[in-house]
């Protein structure tokens, strides 16, 4: 894995902090794309020559395109890209518990086109390197949820991956859909933190077992739930 450059966003914690930390030690070379502030302290924690901390708006297509240009002008390459960004507002859709539905507005344009533009940003890079692209999704993009817009934005990460691997074909880039059951990122309900739950880092490992297949393997799909989890 040495000095293949890994560009991750949502970087700032969760699984994208933890996969950066992996990453590097497995020899990657990692940017660090985090939506209000470059995270400065993790790229000094991962060592000024291997990290690179960028800031950008995922949702922001100068601004996601600017920080896969600088990482390419930075390490003159770029290798695989986790478009990892999302975020998760309660919603209800006969608005009894969520008045306000303007603020589903941020949601849906992190989750769906921060994820649309950072693979555009990216895979112009990645074929020239034969990279991989990697995705967040969730089991919530496969298993209907109550009331959950949050939900619907991960059925259209799902369909998203599966568009951009029939595009690659031919181009030798590879795409993995990494779905997540209940992870402590530090923004659980009470109700979800009562419930069976995985740790980023094990969500980190999945990414690197993708990342490490050899070029003719492309793992498609990658679901991680904790023990318990029905769906």
Do not use: C
């Given at each position: 894995?040495?000095?293949?450059?890994?560009?991750?966003?949502?970087?700032?914690?969760?699984?994208?902090?933890?996969?950066?930390?992996?990453?590097?030690?497995?020899?990657?070379?990692?940017?660090?794309?985090?939506?209000?502030a470059?995270?400065?302290?993790?790229a000094?924690?991962?060592?000024?020559?291997?990290?690179?901390?960028?800031?950008?708006?995922?949702?922001?297509?100068?601004?996601?395109?600017?920080?896969?240009?600088?990482?390419?002008?930075?390490?003159?390459?770029?290798?695989?890209?986790?478009?990892?960004?999302?975020?998760?507002?309660?919603?209800?859709?006969?608005?009894?518990?969520?008045?306000?539905?303007?603020?589903?507005?941020?949601?849906?344009?992190?989750?769906?086109?921060?994820?649309?533009?950072?693979?555009?940003?990216?895979?112009?890079?990645?074929?020239?390197?034969t990279?991989?692209?990697?995705?967040?999704?969730?089991?919530?993009?496969?298993?209907?949820?109550?009331?959950?817009?949050?939900?619907?934005?991960?059925?259209?990460?799902?369909?998203?991956?599966?568009?951009?691997?029939?595009?690659?074909?031919?181009?030798?880039v590879?795409?993995?859909?990494?779905?997540?059951?209940?992870?402590?990122?530090?923004?659980?309900?009470?109700?979800?933190?009562?419930?069976p739950?995985?740790?980023?880092?094990?969500?980190?490992?999945?990414?690197?077992?993708a990342?490490?297949?050899?070029?003719?393997?492309?793992?498609?799909?990658?679901?991680?739930?904790?023990?318990?989890?029905?769906?």
């Amino acid at each position: 894995m040495d000095d293949r450059v890994l560009l991750v966003t949502g970087a700032s914690r969760g699984l994208g902090a933890a996969t950066a930390r992996l990453a590097a030690s497995a020899g990657f070379k990692v940017a660090l794309v985090a939506r209000k502030a470059a995270d400065a302290a993790l790229a000094a924690e991962l060592g000024e020559d291997r990290a690179l901390a960028l800031g950008a708006d995922v949702a922001d297509w100068p601004a996601i395109s600017g920080a896969v240009t600088e990482t390419v002008r930075r390490f003159g390459r770029l290798d695989a890209a986790f478009a990892n960004a999302g975020i998760g507002v309660g919603t209800s859709f006969f608005g009894t518990a969520d008045p306000d539905p303007t603020a589903w507005e941020e949601m849906v344009r992190v989750n769906v086109l921060g994820a649309a533009y950072t693979a555009r940003a990216a895979l112009p890079a990645l074929a020239e390197s034969t990279g991989h692209l990697l995705i967040t999704g969730s089991v919530a993009g496969r298993y209907i949820r109550n009331a959950s817009l949050y939900s619907v934005t991960k059925w259209a990460v799902t369909g998203m991956a599966g568009a951009i691997r029939e595009e690659a074909v031919g181009t030798g880039v590879r795409v993995t859909l990494v779905q997540p059951g209940i992870t402590d990122t530090g923004i659980l309900s009470d109700e979800q933190r009562k419930k069976p739950k995985l740790e980023p880092a094990d969500i980190a490992r999945a990414v690197l077992y993708a990342l490490q297949q050899p070029p003719h393997v492309d793992v498609n799909e990658i679901m991680v739930r904790p023990t318990g989890q029905v769906r």
